[in-house]
T-cell receptor, first 113, second 115 residues
Framework: DQQVKQNSPSLSVQEGRISILNCDYT??????FLWYKKYPAEGPTFLIS?????DKNEDGRFTVFLNKSAKHLSLHIVPSQPGDSAVYFC????????????FGKGTRLSVIA | DTEVTQTPKHLVMGMTNKKSLKCEQH?????MYWYKQKAKKPPELMFV???????INESVPSRFSPECPNSSLLNLHLHALQPEDSALYLC??????????????FGSGTRLTVV
């Protein structure tokens, strides 16, 4: 049973527009969420994170929103650039219970020039 | 040095072979991880080492044997693998097992093919 779900396997967006990647989770013990970006032939790289005590975290063009009641988070990229084309993984962890990161399946973002 | 280095990048092995995957980091991280990723699937945790001690083994078959010789190195010894074990094997590290700050630093992975 997947605890972290990314239901859109792929997304295409025009350069300069907003990219919105979604993630849902089922484990109510999760209290820390991260987004990773992965290029082909490379390992995932950390992008941005959010703690459950917040509902928004912003870093440059990247903003993550957390809706705890809906167990949903989203990553907004504005404006999208061709270099953002990659697979984006949502990940979650629970401080209690020694739970390491649990990943979603990923969403492949293609930013079209 | 802010990298996790994995060798080899690619490995093809027969079902009767014995091989090892290596992972190295010099960031002073005290937690190291092995993940397995198959195509169109999320990375799945295999093992966690915390301060060179095995903390978590996610019910991984004994044909996979991890080893942490020191705080900078993590090995994964492979023996009598099956074709379904073909996957990308990712190593990661973090300051400590409970480090929440920037998440994990991943290596580029070893693409393993079992024939």
């Amino acid at each position: 049973d997947q605890q972290v779900k990314q239901n859109s396997p792929s997304l295409s967006v025009q350069e300069g527009r907003i990219s919105i990647l979604n993630c849902d989770y089922t484990n109510s013990m999760f209290d820390y969420f991260l987004w990773y970006k992965k290029y082909p032939a490379e390992g995932p790289t950390f992008l941005i994170s959010i703690s459950s005590i917040k509902d928004k975290n912003e870093d440059g063009r990247f903003t993550v929103f957390l809706n705890k009641s809906a167990k949903h988070l989203s990553l907004h990229i504005v404006p999208s650039q061709p270099g953002d084309s990659a697979v984006y993984f949502c990940a979650a962890s629970a401080y209690s219970g020694n739970t390491p990161l649990v990943f979603g399946k990923g969403t492949r973002l293609s930013v079209i020039a | 040095d802010t990298e996790v280095t994995q060798t080899p990048k690619h490995l093809v092995m027969g079902m009767t072979n014995k091989k090892s995957l290596k992972c190295e980091q010099h960031m002073g991280h005290r937690a190291m991880y092995w993940y397995k990723q198959k195509a169109k699937k999320p990375p799945e945790l295999m093992f966690v080492y915390s301060y060179e001690k095995l903390s978590i083994n996610e019910s991984v078959p004994s044909r996979f044997s991890p080893e942490c010789p020191n705080s900078s190195l993590l090995n994964l010894h492979l023996h009598a693998l099956q074709p379904e074990d073909s996957a990308l094997y990712l190593c990661a590290s973090s300051q400590t097992f409970r480090d929440r700050g920037g998440g994990y630093t991943f290596g580029s992975g070893t693409r393993l093919t079992v024939v």
